[in-house]
């Protein structure tokens, strides 16, 4: 399995990560409503429920990218380099989330959004 293969897998954990560490920050967890008790969450927890949301949505389109980029025979070296960056990114994005570094976020979302963009024409 190449690198940027492997940074799918790796990706598909943030939403867990992201997720843990709203519950952890939130009080009063109930798990037989776990996305109602997400919804009320505030501060730190609701930042991290949404760094989860947004990873979700972000997972697809990387995925399909580095795939599409194998099977048209892209550089695999350019290939691997923008999925390490596209981790990078995310895993910046969730830590400026949860610790309300909206600029920053914006940014490191962008360089990933970017990187997947880049896999999809490399």
Known sequence: MTIAYWCIVFSMFFPLIWVGIAKA??????????????????????????????SYE???????????????????LTIDALACFFIVCRVAHGLFYIYDKSTARSLVWLGGFGSTVALFLS
Do not use: C, M
Request: proline share 6%; aromatic share 10%; hydrophobic share 35%.
């Open 25 to 54: 920050n939130g009080t009063g967890y109930d798990n037989s409503k776990p996305r109602e008790w997400l919804e009320q969450q505030k501060g730190r927890a609701q930042r991290a429920n949404w760094a989860q949301q947004n």
């Open 58 to 76: 972000a997972f697809p389109p990387f995925a399909a990218a580095v795939i599409i980029a194998h099977l048209t025979g892209s550089n695999q």
